[in-house]
């Protein structure tokens, strides 16, 4: 049985937990000695700690724990991905995917306990949301991944893009990712750490502002908003225009190229106009489009361009001068990981306590 989240040392910065420990009567340099123990040796519970006194060890027991979550069943998918249903402390359960390519191994975590954004395309979203995940359930996510490598593996990424809308969580998934790049906590670097969103543009602008600069990736999937709302309903809020002044604002403030992803769907958003109109759109702004065909959909009558057709869409972006890459299926952060895409690859069906993978 788990204590309440709030107990877990997961939760904690270095300077939370120095409060503790010297509220506990320990010096501060106890904190580090913890953190060390969690984060570069992978412990997990107190009395591994060896160089902690034992009357320590007994009273941080009695008052905290170390983890608030368990990894149950993990599964091999094609392509050396791995996925790991991740039990929280309320019984309900989430995904977290370990996505290999080459040198660069990718922890995609989660964020929300369900999704409230309903993506036409996503399953993740159909229950609605249920629960933000606190700071530790998301920063325990990496931390698992990283013990399940294989000798000689090294985490190289963290990708905010598993079920739930990362700035929908915002204050919990900006204190994770200062846990996942501290020295004291994961230490990944902010080039190696990506926000993949569907467009808060509120959380978007307050990213900027951070000092984090960490990669943004934006789904795009269209270029006017009678088509976007169609795929994405929050652009009804938001609407193009403003997302991506945005993500404008998002390169002027940190300096780091935008990704903006763009799935291709014949009939929908694939067209030569619509290259010629997405162009028109990103001008000016520093940012790669990756494009990736769509898998068919048979719910909505979803089929991919013609590999002609895409290569037409995307020459038409370079004449613009915009960047864009085609996806293969294959090694497709969307396609593997998030809940984007995958209803047609594998019908997950989730409920309250109860995670489905077919
Ligand atoms: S695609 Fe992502 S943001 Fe959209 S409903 Fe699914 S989980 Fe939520």
């Not at 294989?150 to 985490?155: C, D, I, M, N, V």
Request: with cysteine; hydrophobic share 40%.
């Amino acid at each position: 049985m788990y204590k309440t989240e709030i107990q877990s040392i997961t939760n904690m910065s270095l300077s939370e937990l120095e409060a503790l420990c010297t509220s506990m009567g320990e010096p501060i340099y106890r904190a580090k000695q913890m953190l060390s123990w969690i984060y570069d040796k992978g412990a997990a519970a107190f009395d591994q700690m060896s160089n902690l006194p034992k009357n320590f060890q007994r009273r941080c027991a009695e008052q905290c724990q170390v983890f608030q979550t368990s990894v149950g069943t993990i599964t091999q998918t094609a392509y050396g991905t791995e996925k790991f249903l991740v039990h929280l402390h309320d019984g309900n359960v989430i995904e977290s995917v370990l996505l290999r390519e080459g040198k660069r191994v990718t922890a995609c975590v989660s964020t929300q306990v369900g999704c409230a954004m309903a993506c036409r395309f996503c399953a993740s979203g159909l229950p609605g949301l249920e629960r933000n995940l606190t700071t530790g359930e998301i920063v325990e996510q990496v931390l698992h991944m990283k013990k399940h490598l294989l000798p000689g593996e090294r985490l190289t990424n963290v990708v905010f893009m598993g079920i739930g809308e990362p700035l929908a969580n915002y204050d919990n998934v900006v204190r994770s990712m200062r846990i996942i790049n501290a020295g004291w906590g994961l230490g990944i670097g902010v080039r190696h750490i990506t926000v993949s969103t569907v467009g808060v543009v509120d959380g978007i602008r307050r990213l900027a502002h951070e000092g984090l600069k960490v990669n943004l990736a934006i789904s795009l999937h269209a270029s006017d908003d009678v088509t976007r709302s169609k795929i994405l309903p929050i652009n009804k809020k938001t609407g193009i225009k403003n997302l991506v002044a945005a993500a404008r604002e998002y390169f002027k403030v940190t300096g780091r190229d935008v990704s903006f992803e763009y799935v291709l769907i014949d009939g929908v958003n694939a067209s030569k106009q619509d290259a010629e109109s997405l162009a028109r759109l990103l001008k000016g702004i520093q940012c790669n489009i990756n494009v990736l065909p769509v898998n068919p959909v048979e719910e909505f009558n979803w089929r991919p361009p013609s590999q002609g057709a895409i290569e037409i869409f995307c020459n038409i972006l370079e004449k613009h001068g915009l960047v864009a890459t085609i996806r293969k299926k294959k090694g497709s952060h969307i396609n593997a990981a998030c809940g984007q895409l995958r209803l047609q690859r594998e019908k997950i069906l989730w409920k309250k306590e109860r995670y489905f993978v077919k």
